[in-house]
């Protein structure tokens, strides 16, 4: 134990918990590269403003968990607690929208940044895959990035999660019923924050997690009734792609989102097997988001999927990946002359793309079988001076445990074929 310890609200990866995690990203990751999706990536803080702006001032993300600081030369920066603003800030930055054809398809993968009150599933740090396709509005697109997040929980194993699926509206009627909103929460029993956030944001008021609010909330108008003809028709274009693709979804009229920028198309992964924080991932439309830093209007979607709870889930259903064994062969060499050639074959194993492993620091047989054991490597190459001598290796099959000579030469050929 060292004097320093993990700052609150964050935890360390390690193997060979770490090697779930890689595969949940690239588990995620996979539909959307496969589906015109290209990499980006963005530096893990941003100046404050675009997230105050982006995000919305409004939001607990923003007025309250956000790491903000002032660096020595003077700017106001901020970690970032979500990707979307990033990824649009920096699209718009190097023209994306204007170099190729609409809509510019990127995914992400990183870490996040928030102060929150720490518990299961929720951290200071967490990571997350996201996927923005910007620049069109297409409700394909949506039910695009719908399907692909669904495809992506179900190439992992997970079969206890439901999608919520929402409509916020656009800027014609989303005022509209704001207003409606509004008037009927100046009539409740609110606390001050409450009301302040009323007056923000009211349809924020809606996602309050209170009962003794939930019960005052039964009568407010519905979202529903408001939205215009055009945002009716997109929502049901969505609904019927999705339908049709297979994908089963609930509509949640409750369903808002703790982000500002959303119109339209909102959706939320959530997983039974979670207890409180039982959001695995969530996005949706922003369209306005755009001009709101500054840019053209660019309607677009995205999506960002935690890959901390994503792992949760698989534990809350007890899915255990199958991992290959990331080590094919481990040499154990017996006796310096032995370890330098068995080094020699280890390196050419490597170059051949065999993922090879060694008994390093001149370890006896006993301990040296032990870490060949504890590798899960497929065979042990094993040599005394004997074995060198004759010219041979004896490749040990660490599953059925049966040894044979090989001989040296040729020896990478012969492991390979083996292996294939
Ligand atoms: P959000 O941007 O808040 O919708 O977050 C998208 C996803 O990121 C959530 O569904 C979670 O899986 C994950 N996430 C957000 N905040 C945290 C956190 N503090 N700790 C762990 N995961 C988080």
Redesign the pocket.
Known sequence: MSTFQAPRGTYDLLPPDSATFLAVREAISAPLRDSGYGYIETPGFENVELFARGVGESTDIVSKEMYAFTTKGGDELALRP?GTASVLRATLEANLHKAGSLPVKLWYSGSYY?Y?RPQK????H?S?VGAEAIGMEDPALDAELIILADQAYRALGLRNFRILLNSLGDKECRPVYRAALQEFLAGLDLDEDTVRRAEINPLRVLDDKRDAVQKQLAGAPALRDYLCEACKAYHEQVRELLTAAGVVFEDDEKLV???DYYTRTTFEFVHDGLGSQS????GGRYDGLSEMIGGPALPSVGW???V??TVLALQAEGITLELPSSTSVFAVPLGEETRRVLFGVVTDLRKAGVAADFAFGGKGLKAAMKAANRSGAKYALIAGERDLAEGVVQLKDMVSGEQTAVALEGIVEAVRSRLA
Request: hydrophobic share 30%; proline share 0%; no cysteine.
């Open positions: 979500e928030r929150e599933g929720r951290y200071r967490f997350q989102r703790g982000l959001a695995v991932g969530g960002a999927l935690g901390d709870r």
